[in-house]
T-cell receptor, first 111, second 114 residues
Framework: RKEVEQDPGPFNVPEGATVAFNCTYS??????FFWYRQDCRKEPKLLMS???SGNEDGRFTAQLNRASQYISLLIRDSKLSDSATYLC????????????FGTGTQLKVEL | DAGVTQSPTHLIKTRGQHVTLRCSPI?????VSWYQQVLGQGPQFIFQ???????GRGNFPDRFSARQFPNYSSELNVNALLLGDSALYLC?????????????FGNGTRLTVT
């Protein structure tokens, strides 16, 4: 079983739609969680950290369910510029900056 | 402020050769990590260095080595290149080394082994 699992997609959605991505992780000792965004042939960029209480940043909402070991990302009012691959990332206790990435979920927002 | 800078941006090598990739962290960042990203996959952890000491190593063969210099820049070396080493090599820096310290990635070095 992979340490971090994501549906690879692609998710093709119309502009203005709401889209949700889920991610599961296997290491129950995981302590910190992130969503990164990666554009084609570019480096990953931090989108948001994910906190136990859930957090929101504009059109983006992240949720963490420790009991079920899954993380979600909700994007409201999708824009064309949201088209990218979204990487679910987990960091375990004692892992320092050793991040474990999922394979990413590809999002395509269309007119 | 300059972000994480990596050089070269692209590199083509032949099987069996050696390669050195370079990285300069964001000013003030003391931790540097290296990741390998194969097409269609998420980045995989190779090494982390903090204050010039190795703090973590991923599941990569001994052909992969790295070091960090007093100015916190870093080099990743790969010996005896294989076709499977073709990938995007990402360097990331962070202010601290803890689990809550987010990483900032450079543009990467795209290595092609023929």
């Amino acid at each position: 079983r992979k340490e971090v699992e994501q549906d690879p997609g692609p998710f093709n959605v119309p502009e203005g739609a709401t889209v949700a991505f889920n991610c599961t992780y296997s290491n129950s000792a995981s302590q910190s969680f992130f969503w990164y965004r990666q554009d084609c042939r570019k480096e990953p960029k931090l989108l948001m950290s994910v906190y136990s209480s859930g957090n929101e940043d504009g059109r983006f909402t992240a949720q963490l369910n420790r009991a079920s070991q899954y993380i979600s990302l909700l994007i409201r009012d999708s824009k064309l510029s949201d088209s990218a691959t979204y990487l679910c990332v987990v960091n375990a206790v004692g892992g320092g900056n050793k991040l474990t990435f999922g394979t990413g979920t590809q999002l395509k927002v269309e007119l | 402020d300059a972000g994480v800078t990596q050089s070269p941006t692209h590199l083509i090598k032949t099987r069996g050769q050696h390669v050195t990739l370079r990285c300069s962290p964001i000013s003030g960042h003391k931790s540097v990590s290296w990741y390998q990203q194969v097409l269609g996959q998420g980045p995989q952890f190779i090494f982390q260095y903090y204050e010039k000491e190795e703090r973590g190593r991923g599941n990569f063969p001994d052909r992969f080595s790295a070091r960090q210099f007093p100015n916190y820049s870093s080099e990743l070396n790969v010996n005896a290149l294989l076709l499977g080493d073709s990938a995007l090599y990402l360097c990331a820096s962070s202010l601290l080394t803890g689990v809550y310290s987010p990483l900032h990635f450079g543009n990467g070095t795209r290595l092609t082994v023929t």
